[in-house]
């Protein structure tokens, strides 16, 4: 068994997304389920909001866990920009495992996201240049990684190679040793799993679940990320049709205060538009500021009139962007175990409830655009309607 251990939900899900891209069997846990018999657990600790110590406190808790089920070795997923509590996980995690030293490859190649001479850039840009500057939680002040993970922490080592090619992520992978902790982005565990199961028949990272991208079934999507609003998700829409529903006044107002009766027309709003147009989006609806309500209280009562709409039946798709906004509704949906399926979409999770059939959920970050194949105008696979 591989354990990963994510900081966030969308962190969880996509890699377990990458590893059943690999032919692996792959599960996510809110709660560590070491009796699944997956081949990849990855496990959502939900510690990017919290307190570095409390961070470190919980992450440390999972790693004795998993450590226990005796696992073939353990990845640290990391935010691609390193928002959160990178540095006192990692150490928290060293300190659990009694590993020496740990490597951390944080940059996305492929995405555009580089690490040169120990500064990061996205698409070219120094990162305390772009919107990641402006994230209502975890603001990017500087562009050095040293910079945002904060004073070392010693003994404990922490390497930070540069990355700017999947050839450098092959190279990170490939000089790995046994007692160090690999920890980062997808593309970072991608580069071990091709190393370490490169003589294995279930590396071919070919496989596909027909299942997940068409133009039938009913679709909901859900923007509880303030990244991926301000990346225009009202102007995609508008141009593809798809209706869009911002959360009442009243529950943005007070979210953590939000009753019965706020969230009942709330979600009679949703249904209805889910079953006249077959494809809606519902969103927070405005930017999130650092001065207003938290964002995960506003996911968290986003979701709440979601899961009620959810519950009258008729959803056979969830697209989710934004950690807090995916972890909400397995919270309120009572889901601890997902099953990954294999996906076809980049940079998207697929996911169902373990021991059911619908729905599927996919699942991204925030900070990534859709990609083309969800909107009903590009699906390029039928899939009938669920029965």
């Known amino acids: 068994m ?30 560590f389920r070491p009796e699944s018999g997956a081949d990849v657990i990855a496990i959502d600790s939900d510690t990017r909001s919290l307190n570095p110590t409390d961070a470190a406190r919980v992450v440390g808790g999972i790693a004795r866990e998993v450590q226990r089920a ?76 040293a910079e945002l993970l904060g004073e070392p922490a010693p003994p404990r ?50 496989a596909t679940d027909p299942l997940v991208c068409g133009s039938h079934g009913s679709w909901l999507l859900v923007c509880g990320s303030a990244q991926a609003w301000g990346q225009g998700r009202r102007a995609q829409c508008d141009g593809r049709a798809v209706p869009v529903l911002k959360m009442p006044e009243a529950l943005f107002a007070s979210p953590n205060a939000a009753s019965s009766d706020d ?62 906004t995916a972890a909400a509704l397995l919270k309120a949906m009572d889901w601890t175990r997902l099953v990954a399926l294999p996906c076809r979409l980049a940079g998207v999770a697929a996911l169902r409830p373990h021991g059911a059939t619908v729905p599927t959920l996919l699942v991204k970050p925030g900070s990534y655009p859709w990609p083309d194949e969800i909107w009903p105008d590009a699906c390029q696979a039928g899939v009938p309607p669920r029965s």
């Not at 900081?7 to 899900?13: P, S």
């Not at 190279?171 to 199961?197: H, K, N, S, W």
């Not at 999130?288 to 995960?296: C, I, N």
């Open 263 to 324: 969230l009942e027309p709330w979600a009679d709003a949703i249904t209805a538009a889910l079953s006249a147009s077959g494809r809606t989006m519902v969103a927070i609806g405005r930017d999130v500021t650092v001065s207003g309500p938290p964002p995960a209280a506003l996911a968290g009562t986003l979701v709440a009139g979601v899961a009620r709409a959810f519950r009258r039946g008729g959803v056979d798709r969830v697209c989710l962007e934004g950690g807090a």
């Open 2 to 31: 591989i354990a990963v251990i994510a900081d966030d939900l969308t962190g969880a899900a996509e890699l377990a997304g990458a590893a059943a891209s690999f032919g692996l069997s792959a599960e996510v846990h809110t709660s």
């Open 157 to 206: 080592a922490i390497d930070l190679p540069d990355a700017r090619s999947t050839e450098d992520l092959d190279r990170c992978a490939a000089e790995l040793r046994d007692t160090t902790l690999p920890a980062g982005g997808v593309e970072f565990f991608q580069a071990i799993l091709r190393a370490r199961l490169a003589n294995s028949e279930r590396s071919s990272g070919q």
């Open 70 to 145: 005796k696992p073939s070795w353990i990845y640290k997923k990391t935010d691609s920009v390193l928002r959160g509590n990178v540095r006192a996980e990692i150490t928290a995690l060293l300190a659990a495992t009694g590993m020496t030293a740990a490597t951390l490859v944080p940059a996305n190649p492929s995405k555009g996201r580089v690490i040169v001479g120990g500064v990061y850039y996205v698409d070219g840009v120094p990162l305390d240049q772009t919107a990641f500057a402006r994230d209502p939680e975890h603001p990017r002040k500087s562009a050095r990684v």
